[in-house]
């Protein structure tokens, strides 16, 4: 039982890679992971992800500030768009992570940003999507209320831009490749 928990977590992955050195300091003895320049070079990949990741944060951040009615009361509206405010903070946190480390990635920065970047994009997506559908209903359930038409098709075009950026994002970066 206590070998099958300690797998499923691996709490002590990242600390069995560093051993002490000469001078008492830790070193990194684990794998480095290197991306592989075929298609583009890592600093364009990395121009393009903060690109998408950048597109994705200021949509989602404007969408936040609008006075969008279903914002304000509709929970079919405001938990799936918080959540989608969540996974792109994560994709924020991941692109952030990969450009302090550089390349080549140790392996634990590898197993967090790299191999978890398809999963936060298609969650980022699907939840933009919720959102999307949830705005939608409430709008034929309430229809546009006077003044806020602008900013209720402004919300649904936003919604959009952070479908497409995390689609994007999604289908280069499984295309992207990273050898040991």
């Known amino acids: 039982m206590a070998e099958k928990k300690r797998k499923r977590w691996n709490r002590y992955s990242k600390a069995s ?7 008492g300091e830790l070193a990194y003895t684990g794998r480095y992971f290197t991306f592989q320049e075929t298609e583009v070079t890592y600093r364009e990949s990395m121009r393009r ?4 990741t950048a597109g994705s944060t200021v949509a989602a951040l404007v969408c936040g500030f609008m006075p969008v009615p279903a ?9 799936p768009f918080m959540l989608t405010v969540l996974a792109v903070a994560s994709q924020v946190w991941a692109v952030c992570r990969m450009a302090y480390w550089g390349n080549p ?3 634990y920065v590898y197993d967090t940003t790299v191999k978890q970047l398809p999963v936060r994009t298609i969650l980022a997506m699907i939840l933009s999507m919720c959102t999307l559908c949830g705005q939608i209903c409430y709008l034929v359930l309430h229809g546009l209320q006077e003044g806020c038409s602008f900013c209720n098709f ?3 075009g936003l919604l959009i831009v952070i479908f497409v950026c ?10 992207w490749k990273w050898s040991v």
Not at 17 to 23: D, E, L, R, S
Not at 49 to 52: D, N, P, Q, T
Not at 71 to 79: F, G, K
């Open 17 to 23: 890679q560093f051993a002490p050195g000469a001078g």
């Open 166 to 175: 995390s689609a994007v994002w999604r289908r280069m970066e499984i295309r």
């Open 49 to 52: 992800r903060i690109v998408l």
């Open 105 to 107: 990635l140790r392996e």
């Open 71 to 79: 914002l304000s009361n509709t929970w079919y509206v405001l938990l």
């Open 154 to 156: 402004a919300f649904l």
